[in-house]
């Protein structure tokens, strides 16, 4: 059976050396030590009158035997030629041992002997080589546990017993110790034991050491429990060893028997009976118990047998059953005494149970997990040690109550695996109840509590398994639940200062929270699991998990019942209210089945906590069928074997309130009685007798505790109303009689508590415990892994947060802050990784608090309190810390993190590089004014002065305004203490990375990104709203230049923020009148904006141009005080994104912005030379911009802003603009179809008739060069449209809107205005003719053969006469007199000879030949006799020249359009 490996020894526990036989090796060296010992005890003996007296007499008086063989050992040392290991030790320890157990000894004679002992046992040369050194063990002990001496004084007295303390442990020290049996290690102890009641009344010293060596002893005994072979003997024995274990090792008799037989001598005897009663008790409860264990056993002689071979066998498990049992029995001194662990500390003398405590402590430490492979140790630990642990942890000596905690926490560390409910009973019952003032527990109670629930709490995985374990289990309590809110409340000091047990409840939360991170960083998966549904009825009860060592099945196991607990509880909820709904609500989430079994709903009220008791009782104690059955299958879920009928009943009635009506009871009882007979029937005959005395137990209970009742029921009253129930028989008295001081004693309550919290262990919930341990299933040992850390920081997250917030805030103590703050990081990294958005921003936002930058009064000198406020600069570094880090998380939370900048922008603890950093690499670089303080540290122009307010940036410039506020009294220079606290406070901002929070913009998830952009258009929205104070303004231009930065960093995500971006600006915009520093900021924002992304978001490209619509919106003082850099930026956008704008509306804007500077003096050279860029060269002309740049470009030609050199290059632009749409129609009809290339022709006729229009306008310049130029240019672009197909309808139109409307018009001007004011407008009015002349002739081919081409010719030969007859600075002009008719002779000899104008027969006077001379004759009478002379003259010799005309014409194109190659042919 289990013992010690024989290769180990004591030494190798207590860390000495393995071997030092090596020293004493040599046989004279032993000699002389040994001849030493000798000669000290004789000398000692000598000094005795009685020994001296004796051998100081003549030689023929015989020495006394002690003498002799002291004599003898010496002559045999010195004369003996083996070697030492060859001989006994018993050879040379026997005369010293002799001396020992005598009783003509005195004290100080026993004293050196035992003395001479312990010399030579520490020599290290008795070890298992040694010859019979089991006997010569066996000796020793016997002789030194039946010590024997004469008591002379105190003092000696003292001494012998410390020299038999020091000889025992030596000798369970010693190398053969493990040649001890079972039984002299158990007299060990108990012999040091006594000596530790004996102590009681001696010596301060003795008492220390007593303890001390009995701690010892212990700790060598179970420090070998680890090495202990198991397997030794098992194949021999086979399970003899295990059905030993089972059946219970309880052989205390033979100890305490063996102890009490070797009183060490009448003397020594009579001195060890203490006056302490607890020692008194001690021996006799001890064997009381075992007798109880002994006699209830079938075969308890047997057994009895059994544990004396056992007990005779080598040291070993048995030795450590019986010592284990024996140390725990202590415990149950105070309550055979009288004195429970609840009495006052003044009448219990705590000594003992303390002094059992800390040995049971030591021998759990040593033994460790090694218990739980010895069933017997394993089940004192499980029951008697656990019961004890129970009823002293409710004790009111902080003392014990520590002790016990200790004990529970080795407990937990080693064996939690097997003690899964007695741990679930710990917390509940003591923790949980003591920890708390409402339970009556006093401070130094609740302190004690609290401290041991903290050292729970530091162990890493100690909450998650106490979750996975008991708090997902449908059949225990909330553990994890109730400990993590016990600690959140007492975290909070409520009226009170802080104290003690609240910084532990801080400890015991953040190390909860610290677990959480430290599982997390070990690789965890934070990726949340699936919810657990279910989709259809299973009997949750009977749900198991395959492999509670394999994650992958026992966390989804675990998760699931937790569910179904939850829904269980939602489940109890409705049934309180109505049960019928409650059923129904049951079935419908699937944890009932669809039709009701009476098996799943006996389950529902067997397990589920928080039922109405009253209202199960009711239906389990209804007459319908369904709920009989129901009953039967509820009580089938009780295990009553082995069991006490009066516990069974106690067990039975705590889960239901008893209904009062006798019918209902005898139903209960009926099934009660059924199950107990099935289960436990002992000594009754049958059910029904079970039935009988289940009913006299509760009419006994009634009697006994009912206060109206005053005549009680005696013992004989209640075992003679019991005769005959037993199947006829009586049964035995003593069964009854324990019955009746059983109930009398302990009330059988029938109406159990409601909700009762945390109730006390009483008996019978104990041995229920006990029961269901057996079958409980195994216990999850968590890893390093985050598995279950999702589940539970939702359930204590939001309690956790404002537990160390109020803690934070009445902390005074700076030691403190950094676990408070330590706290909150570890909420905030739990929070991302699970993605709890909403924990999160509780989290910022009651941070932001603690910083006062969020405080609506600030004091006159806020900079220099907050460098003084530890806390604040703390909390302020810890929220901008989380935004860094965790920021991808925070919500709403942005709001409070972007109060605290603008709060520390209004201070000027923000510095300028902040905003300049937030964005990305500058693509201009900024215009400052030296020693002036970036305004618009993004814009790439230099603003104009605008007479607004700005606040000096940089802490020591906010410093020195803080100095000059009083200018008429000066204040002197800053003291230490304030300039250290300006430079805590500069440090402070600089350990924030404010600006990482924009920098790093670009990698927030979109959610949050959205979030921080909101959150600083809100800031400066309500600042908006408020008073509009510079100071105001200032800040809601810092928030428009973070607002810019983070835009510009998310250049692809702009469709994200952009809505809100364009309204908030668009906002600014149109609600400025006049110029500031906001709207500058705005307008040049957007602009930057557009400037950035138009190269990266093509998509996007119409979105931003056409947000440039806000500024054609601005008021006009804005526009007109912005207008040159706002042109300025435009000409860059332009310049660098031409290519990337191609909408029309994108370049209706771009050329809206450009018009509008054409006529601002300022601004309309910059917004020319971008129009130029666009236009030179027609690279960046396109279909969708050419109306709108012609437009632009006539605009910039009409303009009296600037020299006429730029009107005449404008009018350049627009005729040049002619050979981009030759090319695209050339382009057109190379690469398009028909029909496309036929639609593209008829755009370009459009945007060549909007490009001669605008000429037109031009024409009417009062400047002569321009209009000129415009003439010249305007004529160029009518005739010079080689390659570009133009309908004859275009033709007409240019005619009717372009040619005569020009002529027209300078007709008008000429005949209205003065020379004054357009200079020689003669020389114009020829031009205008020419240009008439020219078109009309070029284009007479083809417009000879429209309907509409009489018409045509009238309006050109009407205008002729018009300009003849106009009179300029209020006179004929003799140049238009001269070249009119020559011009108009010239057309018409044309005409004829194109075979236009030619005299018909039969036209009457309405053809064209008729109506031609009709105008002629009024224009130049004599013309016509000229033409007409000139065309008979040259009739016949321009014959063949006509001819070839006719040729000509007949290889033109078709009637509907004009010929590119042919039409200058008329000039």
Not at 510 to 524: D, K, L, P
Not at 582 to 589: M, T
Not at 811 to 820: I, L, Q, R, S, Y
Not at 1161 to 1180: K, R, V, W, Y
Request: some cysteine; proline content about 3%.
């Amino acid at each position: 059976m289990g013992r010690l490996k024989l290769q180990s020894g004591i030494k190798a526990v207590e860390g000495e050396p393995n071997d030092t036989n090596g020293i004493y090796s040599d046989k004279a060296t032993l000699a002389c030590i040994i001849n030493s010992e000798i000669g000290t005890v004789l000398a000692v003996m000598r000094r005795n009158v009685r020994w001296g007296g004796r051998y100081a007499s003549d030689d023929d008086q015989r020495e006394h035997s002690l003498i002799q063989s002291l004599k003898a050992l010496r002559k045999k040392i010195f004369s003996c030629q083996h070697q030492l290991n060859t001989i006994s030790p018993a050879v040379y320890l026997q005369p010293f041992l002799d001396v020992i157990r005598s009783d003509e000894t005195g004290a100080p004679i026993t004293g050196v002997a035992l003395a001479s002992v312990y010399n030579i046992l520490t020599l290290d040369v008795i070890d298992q080589n040694s010859v019979n050194v089991e006997d010569a063990m066996h000796l020793l002990v016997d002789a030194i546990t039946g010590c024997r001496f004469e008591v002379t004084d105190p003092a000696s007295e003292e001494v012998v017993l410390m020299k038999i303390l020091q000889v025992l442990l030596a000798c369970m020290k010693s190398k053969a110790s493990f040649m001890l049996s079972n039984q002299q290690v158990c007299t060990i102890v108990n012999t040091c034991f006594r000596i530790v009641h004996q102590a009681g009344s001696k010596g301060e010293l003795l008492q220390r050491i007593a303890r001390h060596t009995m701690h010892e002893l212990v700790r060598c005994i179970f420090s070998h429990l680890p090495d202990i072979c198991r397997t030794e003997n098992a194949l021999a024995n086979g399970s003899s060893f295990l059905k030993q274990e089972t059946l219970g090792l309880n052989n205390e008799h033979a100890l305490e028997s063996r102890l009490l037989d070797n009183g060490i001598s009448s003397e020594f005897g009579s001195q060890l009976l203490s006056t302490n009663p607890a020692f008194h008790a001690s021996p006799g409860v001890v064997e009381s118990r075992m007798g109880e264990k002994t006699t209830g056993t079938s075969d308890g002689k047997d057994a009895v047998e059994n544990d004396l071979n056992l007990m005779t066998e080598p040291f070993g498990v048995p030795s450590m059953v019986e010592i284990f049992q024996f140390l725990c029995s202590l415990l149950n001194v105070a309550e055979n005494i009288g004195l429970g662990p609840k009495s006052n500390t003044i009448a219990f003398d705590e000594d003992v149970p303390l002094f059992a405590l800390t040995l049971i402590n030591s021998a759990i430490e040593l033994g460790g997990s090694s218990i739980q492979h010895h069933p017997q140790l394993l089940g004192l630990v499980r029951d008697e040690l656990f019961q004890n642990l129970m009823q002293f942890g409710l004790s009111t000596s902080p003392l014990i109550l520590s002790m016990v905690c200790s004990i529970v926490l080795n407990l937990y560390h080693h064996l939690r695996t097997e003690l899964k409910l007695q741990l679930e009973a710990f917390f509940s019952c003591v923790i949980l109840r003591l920890a708390q003032s409402r339970y009556g527990a006093s401070y130094q109670q609740q302190e004690v509590a609290m401290e041991a629930l903290v050292d729970f709490c530091r162990q890493k995985n100690f909450m998650v398994e106490m979750y996975a374990n008991l708090d997902c289990d449908v059949t225990c309590s909330n553990i994890f639940e109730e400990l993590a809110s016990l600690l959140s409340k007492s975290a909070f000091p409520v009226n009170s200062p802080l104290s003690s047990i609240h910084i532990l409840a801080l400890d015991g939360l953040i190390a909860v929270i610290q677990g959480m991170t430290e599982r997390e960083e070990n690789g965890s998966n934070c990726l949340s699991d699936p919810p657990v549904t279910l989709e259809k009825y299973t009997p949750f009860w009977m749900v198991k998990c395959d492999n509670y060592s394999d994650p992958n099945q026992w966390v989804p196991f675990v998760r699931r019942t937790k569910f179904i607990k939850r829904r269980l509880m939602t489940g109890a909820d409705h049934f309180n209210h109505d049960p019928k709904k409650g059923l129904e609500f049951l079935q419908g989430i699937h944890l009932l089945p669809d039709k009701l079994d009476p098996q799943s709903v006996a389950w529902f009220f067997r397990y589920t906590a928080g039922l109405d008791k009253n209202l199960i009782g009711d239906f389990l104690g209804n007459h319908d069928d369904f709920c009989i059955q129901v009953l039967h299958k509820f009580a089938g879920t009780f295990d009553f074997e082995d069991m006490k009928l009066d516990t069974a009943l106690r067990i039975f009635l705590e889960t239901f309130r008893l209904p009062g009506e006798s019918q209902k009871i005898q139903r209960v009882l009926e099934a009660f009685s059924e199950r107990y007979y099935e289960q436990s029937p002992l000594i009754l005959a049958d059910k029904d007798a079970a039935l009988l005395l289940s009913y006299s137990i509760i009419m006994l209970n009634t009697d006994q505790h009912n206060v109206q009742v005053k005549k009680k029921m005696t013992e004989e009253d209640f075992i003679r109303n019991n005769r005959h129930i037993n199947g006829g028989e009586d049964l035995p008295r003593e069964f009854l009689s324990e019955l009746y001081h059983s109930i009398c004693k302990n009330e059988i309550r029938t109406t159990p508590e409601q909700g009762a919290g945390f109730p006390e262990m009483t008996p019978s919930r104990w041995i229920d415990l006990i029961h269901k341990s057996k079958k409980n299933g195994s216990f999850i040992v968590s890893d390093s892994r985050a598995y279950l850390d999702q589940d539970m920081f939702s359930i204590v997250s939001g309690s956790t947060i404002a537990a160390i917030s109020v803690v934070f805030d009445n902390a005074e103590e700076e030691e403190v802050f950094p676990t408070c703050l330590g706290g909150f990081l570890a909420v905030a990294k739990i929070s991302a990784c699970y993605h709890l958005e909403d924990v999160l921003d509780d989290l910022v936002v009651s941070l932001c608090k603690f910083t006062t930058l969020l405080n609506s009064s600030y004091l006159d000198e806020p900079e220099l309190e907050f460098g003084d406020n530890t806390k604040a600069r703390m909390s302020t570094v810890t929220v901008f810390k989380i935004a860094n880090q965790y920021g991808d998380y925070i919500r709403t939370g942005w709001r409070n993190i972007i109060d605290c900048i603008l709060r520390l922008h209004k201070l000027g603890l923000i510095p300028t590089h902040v905003v300049q950093d937030a964005a990305d690499e500058l693509e201009f670089p900024s215009v400052t004014d030296q020693g002036k303080p970036v305004t618009n540290s993004q814009s790439t122009i230099q603003t104009p002065s605008v007479s607004t307010l700005k606040k000096s940036y940089g802490f020591m410039g906010r410093f020195s305004q803080l100095l000059s506020l009083d200018t008429e009294e000066p204040k002197a220079q800053p003291t230490e203490e304030e300039l250290a606290a300006h430079q805590r406070t500069v440090q402070t901002v600089q350990e924030c990375h404010i600006d990482s929070i924009f920098t790093e913009s670009k990698f927030l998830q979109a959610e949050s990104l959205l979030q921080l952009s909101q959150a600083l258009i809100w800031a400066a929205s309500r600042l908006q709203k408020g008073n509009n104070s510079a100071e105001d303004e200032d800040t809601v231009v810092f928030c428009l230049e973070l607002l810019i930065a983070i835009t510009l960093n998310n250049r692809d995500r702009i469709m994200l923020l952009w809505q809100g971006v364009y309204e908030f600006i668009s906002n600014i915009v149109q609600s400025t009148f006049m110029p500031s520093a906001l709207v500058e900021k705005a307008v040049f924002g957007l602009l930057r904006i557009c400037q950035r992304l138009l190269p990266y978001k093509e998509n996007l490209a119409d979105e931003l141009l056409r947000s440039l619509q806000l500024v054609l919106k601005l008021d006009a003082r804005v526009a007109d005080a912005y207008c040159e850099q706002i042109t300025q930026e435009v000409s860059r956008l332009v310049k660098a994104n031409a290519s990337h704008i191609r909408s029309q509306l994108g370049w209706r804007i771009i050329t809206s912005l450009l018009s509008i500077t054409a006529r601002h003096p300022d601004a309309s050279e910059a917004g020319f030379d971008a129009l130029f860029f666009i236009m030179s060269g027609g690279t960046h002309l396109l279909p969708a911009n050419y109306v709108l740049c012609v437009d632009a470009s006539r605009q910039f030609a009409e303009s009296r802003v600037g020299q006429a050199d730029r009107s005449v290059c404008a009018l350049d632009l627009m005729a040049g603009s002619v050979d981009s749409l030759a090319r695209w129609a050339r382009e057109a009809k190379l690469s398009m179809n028909a029909e496309d290339a036929a639609k593209m022709s008829q755009d370009i006729g459009e945007m060549w008739l909007r490009l001669v229009q605008g000429l037109r306008k031009v024409c009417l310049d009062q400047r002569e060069v321009v209009r000129n130029h415009a003439l010249s240019l305007l004529r160029n672009c009518l005739t010079g449209v080689d390659g570009i197909p133009l309908p004859y309808g275009l033709w007409l139109q240019c005619f009717d809107l372009v040619i005569f409307t020009v002529l027209d018009d300078l007709l008008e001007i000429a005949q209205v205005h003065s020379q004054k004011e357009y200079r020689n407008m003669e020389g114009t009015l020829i031009l205008a003719m020419k240009l008439l002349s020219k078109v009309f002739l070029q284009l007479l081919p083809d417009l000879s053969h429209l309907r509409t081409f009489c018409k045509v010719w009238l309006g050109v030969i009407s205008r002729m006469g018009n300009y003849m007859k106009v009179k300029v600075g209020g006179r004929k002009s003799e140049k238009l007199q001269d070249e009119v008719p020559e011009l108009l002779k010239n057309t018409l000899l044309v005409m004829n000879l194109r075979g236009v104008l030619v005299q018909k027969s039969g036209s009457g006077e309405d053809g064209l030949w008729e109506q031609t001379w009709l105008h002629v004759n009024k224009i130049a009478p004599s013309l016509q006799a000229e033409v007409l002379a000139q065309i008979l003259v040259q009739s016949h010799t321009e014959q063949g020249e006509r001819e070839e005309v006719s040729d000509e014409k007949a290889s033109l194109l078709p009637a509907e359009t004009i010929p590119s190659g042919g039409s200058g042919s008329g000039g």
